[in-house]
């Protein structure tokens, strides 16, 4: 009886990852999926900020004219501090990612929580900006996190394309070749500007990528931005404000100071 108590609670833990299938995405969950403005393709990147790959990004993608989103690790941040306000300053937006990059198999709502709330206070106190965004590591959503990115006032946000860039052996055009089928008006890349997770070096297939992706979205007539651009349905931009939104502030996140975790 005990065991196929907990086989339940595991199985409804994991019943939100079911999201990240491609059927689902399509047909159930294209808000999560972010599937958005049919003229526009929202760039994102995750697991920086990064100070080997992040830097050489931003140039590319300030030569390009294209700003991006960035789903930060709050251990990543955390080591490079500086990186956070400048995405920012060059007009990115800055989303969560989690603290560290792992899958939370387990049921443990009080850590996810916890977690959640430690990266997001890092991203809005080091980055100098609210984030509104959530993007869980692997993609695998998992009913703790989902209920802790809702009670902190994020909006969970998938993928729709990606490139691969994280496999070792990956270029430029590998990385290019693997997103182009997907990249339609209303997709959102995945991409990422560090190898913290990744292949070592992983990040210059991205960098490579990036004028084969711009030239494609030109092409097709199609914008490439942010996630803040793409009218995904309940979405919205992110706001300059103080560190702690604190309780009763509508949408915007909870910080841990205010409502400890």
């Known amino acids: 009886m005990l065991l196929g108590t907990a086989a339940a609670v595991e199985l409804l833990h994991l019943a939100p990852a079911a999201v990240r299938l491609p059927p689902v995405k399509r047909l159930a969950a294209r808000r999560t999926a972010g599937y958005g403005d049919p003229r526009h393709v929202a760039l994102t990147f995750d697991d920086g900020p990064d100070p080997r790959g992040t830097p050489p990004i931003l140039d590319a993608l300030d030569s390009l004219g294209v700003h991006a989103t960035f789903f930060l690790l709050g251990a990543m941040l955390e080591r490079a501090p500086d990186l956070g306000h400048e995405l920012v300053a060059r007009g990115h937006e800055v989303a969560v990612h989690g603290w560290h990059h792992r899958r939370q198999y387990r049921?443990?709502?009080?850590r996810d929580l916890r977690e959640l709330c430690r990266a997001t206070d890092a991203v809005?106190?080091?980055?100098?900006?609210?984030?509104?965004?959530y993007r869980p590591p692997y993609g695998v959503l998992t009913a703790g996190l989902a209920l802790a990115a809702h009670r902190l006032g994020l909006r969970t946000v998938l993928w729709t394309a990606w490139g691969r860039d994280w496999e070792r052996g990956a270029t430029g055009p590998s990385v290019y070749a693997t997103a182009r089928p997907h990249l339609v008006g209303g997709a959102t890349?995945?991409?990422?500007?560090?190898?913290?997770?990744?292949?070592?070096d992983s990040w210059r297939s991205t960098l490579a990528a990036l004028p084969l992706i711009a030239a494609h979205c030109r092409a097709r007539d199609l914008t490439l931005g942010p996630l803040r651009d793409h009218a995904v349905p309940g979405g919205h931009a992110s706001l300059p404000g103080p560190a702690h939104a604190g309780p009763g502030n509508g949408n915007r996140p909870r910080a841990c100071?205010?409502?400890?975790?």
Do not use: N, Q, V
């Open 257 to 261: 100071g205010a409502d400890p975790c």
């Open 107 to 110: 049921p443990a709502p009080a």
């Open 189 to 200: 890349l995945l991409l990422h500007d560090s190898d913290d997770t990744s292949a070592p």
């Open 124 to 133: 809005t106190e080091l980055a100098g900006t609210r984030p509104h965004w």
